[in-house]
């Protein structure tokens, strides 16, 4: 087995992110708190296992935890460990993910989220190598080297009293700063066609075509707010929609959701009931007539009933997208906009009336 394992397929060649290599391999010997900072999707869990890997502790034990998946009681009693008796159901001692990591790596992600108490018992383990289990009072000596992870401001925390600013002092030994994907361009389209060629080794494809000029476009220019893991996910959903080894990839969905079907807003309670039963109408005097509020109908207009309400409606949209389209000179974006919609909107309205034919795709 590989050394670095399958943890390690950190791809790039931007400066921003060579230099997180570079960083990387400086810190990973070093038997030093490390922490990771950076928006969620950039890679956070990546580089912790990176620096682990390749670090002396490499063949002892690598555990995380995210701290963020539990609440105070239980995160205490995953990290440290309690003895029997602590409380109801602690039926034998256990050890916790310190003494299971001894010797080896323990990545802490989503820090900020942790409580004063767990801050004050890691405190103690960075600087005296110790601590207690729940319910216990001997000391439990241990050598795990603690690389911990957040999306946070931690320093601001620290400044408005949300964060010990002890720990920070600790933990910050070196800070490694992870690039959004929106600063990397140079790496996109290399991490779109890894992801891609993987997904097509997992539909058992026989090859990756690669993605047209159009797609290649649209990957560029959006602004990824959820990083490689949201480019992932993006790819991996184009190349499965496409499903055809010999053409290549040409339609990216950003958005899974956008559709013109889409229900707006939550369902009222109301809604989801059935609806109430009729009441019948109260008997009206002849000789007292109900009043009836006056209302000016001389502009609407008038029609001829009965009429299939359903069908008008649809020839209105089919007559003003057509009209929006001819004064767009057919460019969807355009005629989009001129509708209030977004492009997927429209392409949707477009299928739903056989509109397509004759039209451009042009989204600039």
């Not at 053409?247 to 899974?256: A, E, T």
């Not at 000789?287 to 001389?298: C, F, G, L, R, V």
Request: aromatic share 8%; proline share 5%; hydrophobic share 40%.
């Amino acid at each position: 087995m590989s050394r670095f394992r399958q943890q390690d397929n950190l791809l790039g060649q931007s400066n921003s992110f060579l230099e997180v290599l570079e960083q990387i391999s400086q810190i990973a010997p070093l038997n030093k708190p490390v922490l990771i900072i950076g928006e969620r999707g950039t890679g956070k869990e990546l580089v912790a296992a990176r620096l682990h890997f390749l670090s002396g502790r490499w063949d002892q034990a690598y555990l995380k935890l995210n701290c963020a998946a539990l609440n105070d009681n239980l995160l205490e009693s995953e990290l440290f460990g309690y003895e029997a008796g602590a409380f109801t159901g602690a039926a034998k001692r256990r050890e916790g993910r310190f003494e299971t990591a001894n010797n080896g790596t323990l990545f802490l992600d989503e820090l900020a989220n942790t409580s004063g108490l767990i801050q004050e018992k890691l405190l103690r383990v960075i600087e005296y190598g110790e601590f207690e289990r729940v319910g216990g009072s001997k000391s439990v000596k241990v050598d795990v080297r603690l690389v911990a992870a957040t999306n946070e401001d931690l320093p601001d925390l620290a400044e408005r009293g949300e964060f010990r600013a002890d720990l920070l002092d600790r933990l910050a030994f070196d800070v490694i700063t992870l690039p959004p994907l929106r600063e990397r361009p140079e790496d996109i389209l290399m991490l779109a066609e890894h992801f891609a060629i993987n997904m097509a080794r997992e539909l058992e494809m026989e090859l990756f075509s690669g993605f047209t000029e159009k797609a290649r476009r649209t990957l560029l220019d959006y602004h990824w707010p959820g990083n490689i893991r949201e480019l992932k996910n993006v790819v991996e959903r184009a190349v499965y929609r496409c499903n055809n080894p010999h053409l290549p990839v040409h339609q990216i969905v950003l958005d899974p959701f956008e559709s013109p079907f889409r229900p707006k807003g939550r369902i009222k309670t109301q809604d989801r009931l059935p609806p109430p039963k009729p009441i019948a109408e109260p008997t009206v005097s002849i000789a007292e007539p109900m009043p009836i509020a006056k209302k000016d109908h001389s502009s609407a207009v008038r029609f001829s009933f009965p009429v299939d309400l359903k069908t008008m409606s649809q020839d209105f949209e089919i007559d003003l997208i057509r009209q929006a389209l001819a004064d767009s000179q057919f460019n969807q974006k355009k005629t989009a906009d001129k509708l209030g919609l977004t492009y997927h909107q429209l392409r949707g309205y477009l299928k739903k009336y056989n509109l397509l034919e004759g039209t451009s795709r042009e989204v600039d």
